[in-house]
């Protein structure tokens, strides 16, 4: 944890082994089982343990937070390294989101992430800093080559977040469960860290 006057601790079972990502107005924290287990039960239980308002309007993509039947209670959710976060925003101490990094890069050095912002929040700029946030993690990362994101198939604010953070759109592609998407991209020698 930084010192940073806006910071708050966070109580987990894990507290130091996994590392949070500070933005000018963010802390993007990683999130445990402990965390799942409490959303899954209730939005307040996970307001209590992390100490912040929930809004209302937040997860957009509750599927994003299931816990696998074979997971044991002490397993990681994802790799330490890449993992998901809840985006919280320490002067307010609220949570206005959340992203991951969906698994380790690839043999290319490829990595994707995912993020979603409580409507609450919306076009206040939270989202293209928490996911600038991630990129500059991402390529703090020697093995990261280049990182992708995907979007519906049509022109939205996600596209622009994407846009602002450097992303150019490089396919439309088919994905099973949402059909047409599109995917965009940062290669590592055209990324500028904010």
Request: hydrophobic share 40%.
């Amino acid at each position: 944890m930084s010192s940073h006057t806006n910071d708050f601790h966070h109580p987990t079972r894990h507290d130091t082994v996994k590392k949070m990502i500070q933005t000018p107005n963010l802390q993007l924290f990683p999130f445990e089982r402990i965390h799942v287990e409490a959303l899954l039960c209730n939005k307040s239980e996970l307001a209590a343990l992390l100490q912040v308002t929930v809004p209302d309007g937040w997860p957009h993509f509750p599927e994003a937070f299931s816990l696998s039947a074979h997971e044991s209670p002490e397993s990681n959710l994802l790799e330490a390294d890449w993992q998901g976060y809840f985006f919280l925003h320490p002067k307010d101490r609220v949570l206005v989101g959340n992203g991951a990094f969906k698994g380790p890069p690839d043999d290319s050095g490829t990595i994707e992430i995912g993020y979603e912002i409580a409507s609450e929040y919306w076009k206040r700029g939270l989202a293209t800093e928490a996911v600038q946030g991630m990129m500059d993690y991402a390529f703090s990362h020697e093995e990261v080559r280049a990182v992708i994101a995907h979007t519906l198939a049509q022109r939205n604010a996600s596209n622009r977040v994407l846009q602002k953070v450097g992303m150019k759109f490089i396919a439309e592609v088919n994905d099973p469960e949402e059909g047409k998407i599109w995917r965009w991209q940062i290669r590592r020698d055209e990324y500028h860290p904010a």
